[in-house]
C-alpha cells in the first residue's frame, strides 16, 4: 500500500495549493473604517496526488471547511495559488476553468440540509447532468440507476421523496449526486459526523470502495483523527488556520511531532489523554508568535514572539514549533 | 445492596401519535450506585434520551405516557410521588446536563443569576450569599476569572465554559447523582477531554453517581465503570466496561466497537453494521436488531424477543445466539 | 458596539421618516399641472367664478404656492420640523397640528385603553390556555379565533350598538358629542367617558384579545419546548418560577414588537369604528377632512400617523435591544 | 424547428406542472378538515357571484321593490327588504360579485408582486437588496387604510383603482416575509450544490427557490384575500367605496346611515355582515388548513394529544402488559 502510494505521488500531483489565505474583514458597528481581520486560512500550502487521500484534521473553527470552500471555488482567496494539474484556478480562461470545476465536488457534513426536501430521489442525482449535460430523459434514468447501484440504494427508491430516508441514505444518496459527472476530486466535508456510530463504517467503506471503483482523489475533512485512521494516506493537522504537521498516515499517528497532534491524537486513544488548557482562542486578529502557544502544554518564551515555520522535519514528514526547530538545529 | 442511589425496574415510556404509537422505550431496568459511573450507550433514537428523562420524572405527561414497576432513589419509593415531592429532590439530590449548552441556558438570563436560582429557590441562600457560592462553583468548575464570568450572558461564553457553567449548575447543590446527556457531542475534541476530566473529578471527589448518557463509545471506555448498551427502546447488555470492550457478547455491541475506527493498527477495511436502525413505528417481529445481525437464527430469532438474561454475576445479555465468550475477564 | 446599534436605528428611522416626508408633500401633487389644483378649497354653490378665482387667488398666496414645488417643499421640511402641519381649508385656517391635537386624546382613549386591554387579558388567557393544551379552555380559544378574526371589528360594532345599544339601551349608540366638547376631568365626566367608550371599546378588542391570546398561546408552546425550560425543570423550580422568569422572559420578546406594531395600525384602524359610533376623534376627523378635500388636513394626520408608526417601531426595536442580551452583541434579531 | 418544438414542449410541460401542482394542493386542502369547509365556501359563493343575474329573484337596484319598504324575511323577500325598498337577498347575491372579484384579484396581483420584488431582494442582495427593503420599511410604515382613502379621494373609486391601491400598499409585508425565506434557501447547501454543478441563478431561481416560497406565497394569497376582503368592507362601509355597485360594504353603510337599528331593521345588517363573515373566514380557514399542511410540527404536536384521548386506559394497560410479557416470553421457553 504505501509503495502503491508514493508510486502515485511522483506520478503526478492533481492539486497544489501554495501559500493560500483566506482573510475575511469584519466591521465593527457604526466605525466601518476600522476593520477586524479573520485570518481563516493562513499560508497553507498542499499537495494532493493523484489516488490519494488527504485528511484535513482540526478543530471547530480551524478553517478546514473554508479551505475546502476555496479549493472549490466557493470563496475567493485573498492570497495564493491553486493549482490543478499545473493549470492555475484563478488564471485560467472561463471555458477551462468550467472544465475543471467539473471534475471537482463536494461532499456536505449534513445530508439533511445538502438535499432539497421538496425533490425525489431521482430529481436530486440526476440535477448535474440537467445543469451541465444536454442528454436525454433515457440515458438520465440509466445515470440515475447506474449511480444508485453504485452507493447501494435499491433502484425501486428513486421515486420516493427523501424524508423517507435515514441519515446514511441520505449520504449516499449527496455521494452520489457528487459522482454523477464522474469528477477526479471529491472534496467530503466532515461525511460522517452527522451520522449514527454505527452507520459511520459504512459510509467509510463506501467511499473507500469508491475511491478503487472511480480511480478518485480525496480530500477528506474531519475534526477526529480516530475517523481518518483508514482511509486516509496523508494527514494534514489544522489549527486556527494554519497546517501545523503533515505526512504520510502511518507516519503522524506512530510518531506525532506536533504537541497538538499529539493531544488530539491522545484524545482518541489513551485512557488518560493530554488535556489541553482554555479554548481555541478567535481567529480575529490571531498573535504574531505561535498560534498554538496559548494552549501549548510544552510552551516556551520564544513562542510568543517566533512565528514558526512548517519545516520538513524528516522525510515526507512536516511540523511547525519552535522546539523541533530547537532540536533539529 | 442498599447503597443503590436509582433503583429502575421495567421502565416503559411510549408516545401515542396520528401514526401509531411509538413505543420509545420498552421495559429496562436500570440502577446505579452510589459514586459509580454508569454509562447508557446508544444510538439516536434508541430511547436513551427519553429514559434519562423518565429517571428524574421529567417527562411531560401527555404526551408521553410512562410505566415503572419500580422507582427508587436513594431507597425512596419515589414511583408515586407527585410533581410537588419530585421538586424537592430534583435540581438538589438528582440533577441533569444537557448536550448544547447554549440553548440549554436561557439565552436572556446572565449565567451566574441562573446558578444563583438553585441556592436561593432551592437551597435557601440569600442573594449576596447566593452570588459568592455562584462565583466560587464557576471557579470550581474551572471557569477562568468567574468573578466577571458572572455577569456574562450564555452566548459571551465559549462552547466548553458554558457546558462548564452548566455543569457548575447541576453540581451546586452537592447532588447525588448526576446525569449528563451527550455533555460533551457538541464540543471539540480537545475540550471534550477537559470536559469528561471536569466531570470524573467531581465525581470522584464528592462520591456523587454519574450516569453518561452517549453515543460515543470512546467516552464511555474513558470514563465510564459499567456500561448498559441500548438498542431500539432495549436494553440489549450490561456489563463492566473493560469487559464489555474486551468481551462483548451481543453481536450489535461487538458491531459498535468493531465500527469505532481504530487508532493503533492499520486496516483495510471498516467492520460495518449493515443497514439502518428500525423504525420506532415499524420495529420487527421477534429480535429487534434480529434484520442487522450476520449471526441469527432464522427461527427462534424471528419470532421471539430473547430475554434479558445473566450470563455471570455482573452481566447480562439480550440474544438467542451470544457471541463466544472470549475470556479474559 | 452597544451604542452603535441605537445610532443605527435612529439614523434608519430618521432616513424613513424623512421618505415619508417626502411622499407625504408629493402624494397630493401627483398628476397635476399646477401643484396647487388640489388644494383648492371647493367651489360652493353660491359663489360666482369671480369670488372663486379670488379665493383661488388668495389660497395661492396664503399658502405659498405660487413659489416652485422644491421651494414649497423646502418651506414644508422646515415648518414641519418647527411642528407646524401647516393650515387647513377649513374657514378660519386653523392650524393642522392643533386640530389633531385637540382630537387626539379622544382616539388615544380607545386605542390605548383597547392596547392595554387586549394585550393584559389576551397574554394571561394565551398563557393559561398553552398550559391547559389540548383541554377545553385552548380548543375554545383555537376555535373562537377562527370565528372571531374573519369577523370585521365595524360588523361586531355594529351587531353590539343593534343588540346592546339599541335592543337592550345598556350602552349608548352613539358617542355623547356633547361630552367631547365639555370635557373638565370631573369623576362624573370620567366615568361618562367610559360609558360611552364601551362599546368602541368592546367591538374593537374582541379580535384583539384573540389575536393576542392565539400567538401568546403558540409562542408559549414554542418557548416551552427549547431547551432551557427543560433545563429549569431539571432546576427543580416550581412552576411559576419556570414560566415568570424563563418562560415570560423569553416569549414576551416577540409580543413587545406585536404591542408596539399594535398600536400604531389600531390609530389608524380606529377611522371605521369611529364613524360607527359618531366617535369624534381622528378618525372622523380625516374622514370629514375626505369629505371636504381638504388635503392640509389629511395629509397631516397621515403624516401624524405614519409618525406615530414610526416611533412605535423604533420603540420596539430599542426595547428589544434592553430585553434581549443578544441583540446588544450584534447577534441575531 | 426541432428548437421551437423544444421550447414549445417546455412551456407546456411546465404548465403542465402548475397544474399538477395545483391540483395536488386542491386535493390537500380537500382532506383537511378546515381546508374543506373553506374550499367549499369559497367554490359557493363564487359561483352564486358569477351566476348572480339567475339566482336573484329580483333586481337589487330596483328601489321602491313592489312599494315594500323595510319589510322583514317572509316567504317573498327572502331576507326582508331595505327601508328603500330593495330586495336584500337579492343584494347579497350581486354583492358576492363585487366584493368577491376585488379580493381575489387583489390576492393574486399582491402575491405575485410581492413575490418577485422579495425574491428579487433576496436572490440579488446587495444594492437591490438595500434599496427595495428601504422602500419596504416606508411602505410598511404608511397606514394603510388612510392612505387607500387619501388615494381614491386623488384618483377616483374605481374598480381598477381600488385594486391597484391595494395591490400597491399590499405587497411589502409579503415581499419582506418572502425575501427572509430566500435568504435560507440561498444559503443551504443543496442550493451551494447546485451552484457547484454550474448551474445559474435562472436554473437556481426557478427549480430551487420558487418551489420553496411557493407554499408561502399560496397560503399568503389566501389569507391576503380575506384581508382585502375586510379592507374593501371597511372602505364601501365608509362611503368611499366603489359607488357604481353594490357590494356588502355598501349595504352595511347604507344600513348605519339610515338608521337601520334604530328602525329595528336588524336583517339589513345581518346578512351583509354574514356575507362579509363567510366569505373571509372562508379565505382563513384555506389559509390555516394550508399553514397546517406545509407546517406539520404545530399540527402533529396538537395531534397528539386528540390520539391520547383516544385512546383508552384499559388499551394503554394492554399494552405495557403485552411490553412485559413479550420480555418474559424468551426466557421462559429458554428455561
Not at chain 2, 470512546?218 to 431500539?232: E, I
Not at chain 3, 404656492?65 to 401647516?86: C, I, T
Not at chain 3, 387586549?118 to 383555537?142: M, P, V
Not at chain 3, 417601531?313 to 446588544?328: E, G, I, S, W
Request: glycine letters at 8%; charged letters at 20%.
Amino acid at each position: 500500500m504505501a509503495d502503491d502510494i508514493k508510486k502515485a505521488i511522483e506520478e503526478e500531483i492533481l492539486i497544489e495549493v501554495e501559500n493560500l489565505s483566506v482573510d475575511f474583514p469584519i466591521s465593527r458597528g457604526l466605525a466601518w473604517w476600522k476593520k477586524d481581520i479573520v485570518s481563516a486560512v493562513s499560508n497553507v500550502s498542499l499537495k494532493i496526488a493523484r489516488g490519494s487521500c488527504v485528511a484535513l484534521v482540526g478543530e471547530s473553527g480551524c478553517g478546514k471547511t473554508t479551505l475546502a470552500n476555496t479549493l472549490i471555488g466557493l470563496i475567493t482567496p485573498t492570497g495564493g495559488k491553486v493549482r490543478y494539474k499545473d493549470q492555475d484556478l484563478y488564471e485560467v480562461s472561463n471555458a477551462d476553468y468550467k472544465k475543471i470545476r467539473n471534475n471537482m465536488q463536494l461532499i456536505f457534513q449534513d445530508p439533511y440540509s445538502s438535499l432539497n426536501p421538496r425533490f425525489t430521489i431521482k430529481d436530486i442525482i440526476s440535477e448535474p447532468f440537467r445543469i451541465r449535460k444536454n442528454i436525454s430523459e433515457l440515458e438520465i434514468a440509466n445515470h440515475v440507476e447506474r449511480l444508485l447501484k453504485l452507493v447501494g440504494l435499491s433502484v425501486r427508491d428513486k421515486d420516493r421523496h427523501i424524508f423517507n430516508f435515514s441519515g446514511g441514505q441520505r449520504q449516499r444518496i449527496a455521494i452520489a449526486r457528487a459522482i454523477a459527472l464522474n469528477p477526479e476530486f471529491l472534496i467530503c466535508d466532515e461525511p460522517v459526523s452527522a451520522l449514527d456510530v454505527s452507520i459511520h463504517a459504512q459510509i467509510l467503506n463506501l467511499l473507500l470502495d469508491l475511491q478503487k471503483e472511480l480511480n478518485l482523489t480525496y480530500l477528506f475533512i474531519s475534526h477526529n483523527l480516530a475517523v481518518v485512521r483508514n482511509i486516509s494516506t496523508h494527514v494534514a493537522v489544522m489549527y486556527l488556520g494554519e497546517i501545523v504537521e503533515y505526512g504520510e498516515v502511518d507516519e503522524i499517528f506512530n510518531n506525532p511531532i506536533h504537541p497538538y497532534t499529539k493531544a488530539l491524537l491522545s484524545a482518541v486513544k489513551d485512557d488518560d489523554p493530554i488535556i489541553l488548557e482554555g479554548d481555541i482562542p478567535s481567529p480575529i486578529n490571531p498573535p504574531d508568535g505561535c498560534r498554538f502557544c496559548s494552549r501549548c502544554y510544552l510552551k516556551v518564551d520564544e513562542c510568543d514572539k517566533d512565528h514558526p515555520e512548517l519545516l520538513e522535519i524528516e522525510t515526507d514528514h512536516f511540523a511547525a514549533c519552535n522546539l523541533i526547530k530547537k532540536r533539529t538545529a | 445492596m442498599s447503597d443503590k442511589v436509582l433503583k429502575i425496574r421495567s421502565l416503559k415510556v411510549i408516545f401515542p401519535t396520528e401514526r401509531g404509537i411509538i413505543k420509545a422505550v420498552e421495559g429496562i431496568d436500570f440502577e446505579v450506585s452510589k459514586g459509580e459511573c454508569v454509562a447508557l450507550v446508544g444510538e439516536s433514537g434508541c430511547g436513551k434520551s427519553v429514559s434519562s428523562l423518565a429517571f428524574m420524572k421529567l417527562l411531560t405527561t401527555p404526551p408521553a405516557i410512562i410505566d415503572t414497576r419500580v422507582h427508587e432513589f436513594d431507597g425512596k419509593d419515589i414511583s408515586n410521588y407527585t410533581d410537588k415531592q419530585m421538586k424537592e429532590i430534583v435540581g438538589t439530590e438528582m440533577t441533569m446536563i444537557f448536550q448544547d449548552a447554549l440553548s440549554a441556558l436561557n439565552p436572556v438570563i446572565k449565567v451566574g443569576r441562573q446558578i444563583d436560582e438553585i441556592y436561593i429557590k432551592k437551597l435557601g441562600y440569600s442573594k449576596a450569599d447566593a452570588k459568592a457560592a455562584s462565583i466560587e462553583i464557576l471557579r470550581l468548575v474551572g471557569v477562568p476569572s468567574p468573578a466577571k464570568r458572572y455577569h456574562d450572558y450564555p452566548h459571551q461564553l465559549s462552547g466548553g465554559m458554558r457546558q462548564r457553567a452548566l455543569i457548575g449548575m447541576s453540581f451546586a447543590s452537592n447532588p447525588k447523582m448526576m446525569i449528563a446527556d451527550e455533555p460533551t457531542t457538541a464540543l471539540d475534541v480537545t475540550i471534550e477531554s477537559q470536559i469528561l476530566k471536569l466531570l470524573k473529578d467531581l465525581q470522584r471527589k464528592n462520591g456523587m453517581a454519574l450516569v453518561l448518557i452517549t453515543h460515543d463509545l470512546s467516552v464511555v471506555k474513558r470514563t465510564a465503570d459499567r456500561v448498559y448498551v441500548m438498542y431500539s427502546g432495549k436494553i440489549v447488555e450490561e456489563g463492566p466496561t473493560d469487559q464489555v470492550f474486551n468481551n462483548p457478547r451481543h453481536p450489535y455491541t461487538k458491531g459498535l466497537i468493531n465500527s469505532m475506527p481504530k487508532i493503533g493498527k492499520t486496516k483495510e477495511e471498516f467492520t460495518q453494521i449493515p443497514d439502518n436502525v428500525p423504525h420506532p413505528l415499524n420495529k420487527p417481529e421477534g429480535c429487534y436488531f434480529k434484520p442487522r445481525c450476520s449471526n441469527h437464527d432464522p427461527e427462534i430469532c424471528k419470532l421471539h424477543m430473547p430475554a434479558f438474561e445473566n450470563l455471570s454475576e455482573y452481566r447480562s445479555v439480550r440474544c438467542w445466539n451470544p457471541i463466544e465468550d472470549a475470556g479474559g475477564e | 458596539m452597544k451604542i452603535d446599534y441605537v445610532i443605527k436605528r435612529i439614523l434608519h428611522t430618521v432616513l424613513i421618516f424623512l421618505a415619508v416626508i417626502t411622499l407625504n408633500f408629493f402624494i397630493p401633487r401627483i398628476g397635476v399641472d399646477d401643484p396647487a389644483e388640489r388644494y383648492y378649497p371647493p367651489q360652493l354653490g353660491s359663489m360666482t367664478d369671480e369670488e372663486y378665482d379670488e379665493i383661488k387667488a388668495l389660497t395661492r398666496e396664503q399658502y405659498g404656492f405660487d413659489k416652485s414645488n422644491l421651494a414649497q417643499y423646502a418651506e414644508y421640511v422646515k415648518r414641519l420640523f418647527s411642528g407646524d402641519l401647516g393650515n387647513s381649508f377649513q374657514p378660519g385656517r386653523p392650524k393642522v397640528m392643533e386640530m389633531i391635537l385637540e382630537r387626539l386624546p379622544w382616539t388615544l382613549v380607545l386605542s390605548v385603553s383597547t392596547m392595554v386591554i387586549s394585550a393584559f387579558f389576551g397574554i394571561t388567557y394565551g398563557t393559561f390556555a398553552a398550559n391547559q393544551r389540548g383541554r377545553l379552555a385552548d380548543t375554545a380559544l383555537l376555535a373562537s379565533s377562527t370565528v372571531l378574526t374573519a369577523l370585521p371589528s365595524f360588523i361586531i360594532a355594529l351587531i353590539l350598538s343593534m343588540v346592546l345599544g339599541f335592543g337592550l339601551g345598556i350602552f349608548p349608540c352613539y358617542a355623547d358629542s356633547e361630552m367631547m366638547t365639555s370635557f373638565d376631568w370631573s369623576l362624573a365626566e370620567i366615568g361618562n367617558v367610559l360609558y360611552n367608550a364601551a362599546l368602541p371599546i368592546i367591538s374593537m378588542r374582541i379580535g384583539g384579545i384573540v389575536g393576542y391570546a392565539v400567538s401568546t398561546r403558540n409562542s408559549v408552546i414554542v418557548v416551552s419546548s427549547d431547551d432551557y425550560i427543560l433545563t429549569a425543570r431539571a432546576k427543580g423550580l416550581s412552576n411559576s418560577r419556570i414560566l415568570y422568569s424563563h418562560t415570560l422572559t423569553n416569549y414576551l420578546l416577540p409580543i413587545v414588537t406585536r404591542f408596539m406594531m399594535g398600536l400604531s395600525g389600531l390609530i389608524g384602524g380606529a377611522v371605521v369604528i369611529e364613524k360607527v359610533f359618531n366617535w369624534n376623534g381622528m378618525g372622523t376627523l380625516f374622514i370629514n377632512a375626505n369629505l371636504n378635500s381638504d388635503y392640509p388636513l389629511m395629509m397631516g394626520v397621515m403624516l401624524f400617523l405614519s409618525s406615530i408608526a414610526l416611533l412605535a417601531n423604533l420603540t420596539a426595536d430599542l426595547l428589544y435591544f434592553v430585553l434581549d442580551p443578544r441583540v446588544q452583541d450584534g447577534g441575531r434579531r | 424547428m426541432k428548437y421551437k418544438n423544444n421550447i414549445i414542449f417546455a412551456i407546456a410541460k411546465s404548465l403542465l406542472n402548475t397544474l399538477i401542482t395545483l391540483g395536488q394542493m386542491i386535493i390537500k386542502i380537500w382532506n383537511h378538515k378546515k381546508g374543506r369547509i373553506g374550499l367549499i365556501l369559497v367554490v359557493m359563493i363564487s359561483l352564486i357571484a358569477i351566476f348572480a343575474p339567475f339566482l336573484a329573484p329580483y333586481d337589487p337596484y330596483d328601489v321602491l321593490q313592489r312599494g315594500a319598504r323595510g319589510v322583514g324575511p317572509s316567504t317573498e323577500y327572502f331576507l326582508g327588504t331595505t327601508s328603500y325598498g330593495q330586495d336584500i337577498f337579492s343584494m347579497l347575491i350581486y354583492g358576492a360579485r363585487v366584493s368577491m372579484s376585488i379580493c381575489i384579484i387583489t390576492a393574486i396581483l399582491i402575491s405575485f408582486t410581492g413575490a418577485i420584488i422579495g425574491i428579487a431582494a433576496g436572490y440579488l442582495g446587495k444594492l437591490p437588496d438595500a434599496i427595495i427593503m428601504r422602500v419596504v420599511d416606508v411602505m410598511l410604515v404608511i397606514p394603510t387604510l388612510p392612505i387607500t382613502i387619501v388615494l381614491t379621494n386623488l384618483f377616483g373609486k374605481s374598480y381598477a383603482m381600488l385594486i391597484f391601491i391595494f395591490t400597491l400598499f399590499g405587497w411589502a409585508g409579503l415581499s419582506r416575509v418572502v425575501r427572509s425565506q430566500v435568504l435560507t434557501i440561498k444559503n443551504t447547501n443543496y442550493v451551494k450544490s447546485a451552484e457547484l454543478f454550474g448551474g445559474g441563478k435562472w436554473y437556481v431561481m426557478t427549480k430551487h427557490i420558487l418551489p420553496g416560497v411557493s407554499n408561502q406565497l399560496i397560503m399568503n394569497t389566501a389569507m391576503t384575500a380575506a384581508g382585502v376582503m375586510i379592507a374593501e368592507a371597511g372602505l364601501s362601509f365608509l362611503g368611499l367605496g366603489n359607488t357604481e355597485f353594490i357590494s356588502w360594504g355598501k349595504m352595511l353603510a347604507e344600513a348605519q346611515s339610515s338608521g337601520a337599528f334604530l328602525l329595528g331593521y336588524w336583517w339589513w345588517i345581518i346578512a351583509p355582515g354574514i356575507g362579509i363573515f363567510a366569505s373571509v373566514s372562508a379565505f382563513m380557514l384555506i389559509g390555516f388548513s394550508l399553514e397546517e399542511i406545509f407546517n406539520p410540527r404545530m399540527k402533529s404536536s396538537n395531534s397528539q394529544y386528540k390520539v391520547l384521548k383516544t385512546l383508552s386506559g384499559t388499551y394503554i394497560k394492554e399494552l405495557f402488559e403485552q411490553m412485559e410479557a413479550a420480555d418474559n416470553v424468551g426466557g421462559i421457553e429458554n428455561e
